[in-house]
Structure formats: structure tokens, C-alpha cells
């Protein structure tokens, strides 16, 4: 059967709406013979989680018993995800009812889509809700898109923890980058400059905003501007116009 894997960092202190997600995933209508796997992907010193998790055959946790940050958690799960596809939904998230199947399609139908994403709405703690105007128009996302205009505007079209990537070119990009903040999005910024994409016009998912969640801390917004992640994509950028030349990297500075 053809498989999906979904990936779910997630950490003891805050997993709160872990649950949440799982309903949501055990609630898609997948494409024809389609099956899920859920990727539980523990990061901590002291892993608990298990306990908290169905009993469920779908659902596939492991605890990696050091703090690693999750790019490395994420990665984690990479290396044991089965699927030939592999979608991202983080712990406090939730998809929308036929979302998952819905950046499925694309990935199914056309041999050349490498990643597909869809519209996302923020859920704030108050329960109202906020949908970002779309940037990209339905269909094929030519190579390039969404790195220039992340480039021109420090600031993506979508959250792109919600992806779902080819698992094999994914592995092939190397995974998720071991960055500050922001691995998701430079993952999709590079991936996206090398494969073109599909954009799924219709609400996918839920990105939920509360109180402990990791990305509304205040040492997250100190690092807000991103130029991390704008010197890794320019990095990865150089290096590959130079692999295009069939040149090396530029010798060190003396």
C-alpha cells in the first residue's frame, strides 16, 4: 500500500495538543489505497510521552533522550519514515477534514511536483481565527518562487512546517537544516529551488497560536528578522551555481 508519513516533534511540557493532532490525522480520507503513519518524535532529557499516545498501529514513537532542538528531532523521524511521501504537523497543529489527502494529490499525479502546501489558518487562544492572503496562485509553483520571495519580503507565503515533501528528494536535501529558528521554512526555500511545487488552493490545516507555544516566546522574537536564515539560503544558493560551473567553494578568506 502507499504511504504517507506524517512527522510530529514534540516535547513533554507542551504537548498538550498532541491528541488534537492525532484525531485529525486518524480522521483524513486519504486517495484510493493510501495509508498514514504517524512519526511521534520525542526531544527531552526524560521521554514520557508513550504513555499519552493511542494504542494504535499507525502511530510510531520514539524519544531521543537528549535535548536536540527540532530540526534533529525532526530528522530523527526522517530516518524512520517508510512512506514515499512525508508531510509535516507539528504537535499544537491540527489538519483541516480532507487536508491531508488534498497535498497528497499533487505529489500522486504529477510525477515532476516535488512539494506541495496549502492555505493555513491561525487560530488564536480567543478562538478567532486568521487566514494570510494568498501569495502564490493555484497549481504549479515554478522552482524559485518561494526563495524570492521570501528574499524580497523576510517572509514565507505559508507556515511551512505544514509541507509534505517526495521522501526521497527529501532525504537527498539532506533533511532539516540545523538552524536557530526557521529550519522548516529554509528547508522548503531550498527544496523549492530545486524542485518545482504545487500550490493547493483550499484550507489544509490549522496553525494554532497560544500562550506556551515556542515561536511566541519572547527569545524567539528576539531572533525574529531571520538572518540566519536569509545567510543559509544565500550559502546554499552560491553553492549550487557554483556545482552548476562545475567549480568548488571559493577558498577561505586570508
Not at 523576510?154 to 533533511?175: Q, S, V
Request: with cysteine; proline share 9%; hydrophobic share 45%.
Amino acid at each position: 500500500m502507499p504511504l504517507v508519513s506524517v512527522i510530529t516533534p514534540t516535547q513533554a511540557h507542551n504537548a498538550e495538543h498532541l491528541l488534537a493532532a492525532w484525531t485529525s490525522i486518524a480522521g483524513q480520507e486519504l486517495p484510493g489505497e493510501w495509508e498514514f503513519e504517524w512519526l511521534v518524535q520525542e526531544d527531552g532529557l526524560a521521554p514520557c510521552l508513550r504513555e499519552r499516545l493511542p494504542a494504535d498501529d499507525r502511530v510510531r514513537y520514539d524519544a531521543l533522550g537528549v535535548q536536540a532542538g527540532a530540526p534533529a528531532t525532526r530528522n530523527h523521524a526522517l530516518a524512520r519514515a517508510r512512506g514515499s511521501a512525508v508531510a509535516g504537523l507539528d504537535h499544537d497543529d491540527r489538519y483541516d477534514p480532507g487536508g491531508l489527502g488534498a497535498l497528497l494529490r499533487p505529489l500522486i499525479a504529477r510525477p515532476l511536483i516535488a512539494w506541495s502546501c496549502g492555505r493555513v489558518r491561525w487560530e488564536m487562544e480567543d478562538g478567532s481565527t486568521w487566514t494570510k492572503a494568498d501569495v502564490l496562485g493555484p497549481g504549479p509553483v515554478p522552482v524559485g518562487r518561494v526563495t524570492d520571495h521570501f528574499l524580497a519580503h523576510d517572509d514565507f507565503p505559508f507556515p511551512a512546517a505544514m509541507a509534505a515533501y517526495r521522501r526521497t528528494e527529501l532525504l537527498a536535501a539532506g533533511g532539516w537544516p540545523a538552524l536557530v529558528r526557521s529550519a522548516d521554512a529554509a528547508l522548503l526555500a531550498w527544496f523549492s529551488d530545486q524542485h518545482p511545487g504545487w500550490w493547493v488552493d483550499q484550507d489544509v490545516a490549522v496553525y494554532r497560536r497560544w500562550s506556551r507555544q515556542k515561536t511566541v516566546q519572547p527569545a524567539e522574537w528576539a531572533i525574529r528578522d531571520l538572518p540566519h536564515v536569509r545567510g543559509w539560503i544565500g550559502l546554499r544558493r552560491q553553492a549550487a551555481a557554483l556545482s552548476r560551473l562545475g567549480a568548488g567553494p571559493p577558498p577561505p578568506a586570508d
